[in-house]
């Protein structure tokens, strides 16, 4: 598969660029990425200080728990709608990562108006404070729904990934840098539809949304080392976009019950059938670097990207259904085996299972 584990954390480039003791803010800090994302630096990075950022004081006592109360993290209460609380937060930090976000399709598709105000609005408020604080590097998570979104979740990621490219030009000549990483659902995230299928497999019938929908997949190691990737790499308005394998829901259903019955209950509000990491229009200025593209700012306002690579032929899409890189029911059943060797408590099902959870 074409995106694998890049590096073990911050080293080379990014510790010139963040210095030899990194101060680190992580919005949404307590979820799925959150967490994996602060053991990899802890893991690697001795003499760090992570501020994570979250509204439920719940995750973060569970987390300083799971933590061992580790002097180098801090826990901030506070949501992202909330400039002023943000600001304290970003106070002498060198690095943001945004991964807060309201992110499940049909809460979003139900509650619009909470759904602009942390997904945009929020977004908006962590470009303005990192820009008044000075933060040098800011990369926020962004997701396939963005792109060509029909629903209002993906429509709130596209204008987060918009704010953040456009905040290059407000922090002008400094360097105060945004950037973003979109990809597909992560497995092992909170919420995963993995869960739900391990517990309808007991019952011998698992329930899918379509027979036909694909899906771009990761694993949350991958979404932190995309992340990692971009802030060495990132030069200012780029959108960092891995090369990773689709898989069928219907092939995932059968790696994790092979011996269930299938039942189709009818997509949900807002899902899409495939999805899109880039479009054929995006594509003209997309540079392929390998391993994973990246999208340049497309604005007269911005110095043009020095990124290497090579051009796009012209009309290429990136899409889960027409990818070249597929996962086998055998390399989900492993895949599964691996990242979760044991069934957590499932979601609740609502009107079926989707394909995965969202990121964050």
């Not at 106070?91 to 945004?98: S, W």
């Not at 709130?156 to 002008?172: D, M, P, S």
Request: hydrophobic share 40%.
């Amino acid at each position: 598969m074409a995106w694998t584990k890049a590096r073990p954390a911050l080293e080379g480039n990014d510790k010139q660029i963040l210095g030899s003791a990194p101060k680190i803010l992580v919005t949404g800090g307590t979820g799925s990425f959150g967490q994996a994302f602060v053991r990899r630096i802890l893991a690697s990075t001795p003499d760090c200080t992570i501020r994570v950022y979250s509204r439920d004081e719940l995750k973060q006592y569970d987390m300083a728990q799971s933590l061992g109360q580790d002097p180098r993290v801090r826990f901030f209460l506070g949501d992202v709608r909330d400039r002023d609380r943000l600001e304290r937060a970003m106070h002498g930090i060198d690095l943001v990562v945004h991964a807060a976000a309201l992110k499940h399709v049909p809460i979003c598709e139900f509650n619009p108006a909470e759904a602009v105000k942390t997904n945009i609005l929020g977004s908006q408020n962590v470009v303005d404070a990192a820009i008044d604080a000075g933060v040098r590097r800011t990369v926020a998570l962004s997701t396939d729904k963005a792109v060509n979104p029909v629903n209002l979740y993906g429509a709130t990621k596209l204008c987060a990934e918009k704010l953040f490219v456009h905040g290059n030009v407000y922090a002008g000549p400094r360097d105060i840098r945004f950037a973003c990483v979109r990809y597909g659902n992560v497995m092992g995230s909170r919420g995963s539809v993995i869960p739900l299928f391990q517990k309808q497999a007991a019952s011998g019938v698992v329930t899918l949304t379509d027979r036909r929908m694909t899906r771009f997949w990761l694993s949350l190691d991958s979404a932190v080392d995309l992340v990692l990737h971009a802030v060495a790499e990132m030069q200012g308005g780029e959108i960092f976009v891995p090369k990773i394998p689709s898989m069928r829901i219907v092939d995932l259903a059968r790696a994790i019950a092979p011996t269930a019955r299938i039942e189709e209950v009818g997509r949900r509000p807002g899902e899409k059938l495939h999805e899109v990491l880039l479009t054929a229009e995006e594509s003209r200025n997309t540079t392929d670097c390998g391993r994973h593209y990246v999208v340049r700012p497309d604005s007269g306002s911005m110095p043009a990207s020095t990124v290497a690579g090579r051009a796009l032929p012209d009309g290429f899409a990136y899409s889960s259904d027409s990818n070249d890189d597929w996962m086998s029911v055998s390399d989900l059943r492993a895949f599964v085996a691996d990242q979760l060797p044991a069934a957590g408590p499932a979601p609740a099902p609502g009107n079926g299972a989707a394909a995965v959870s969202e990121t964050p």
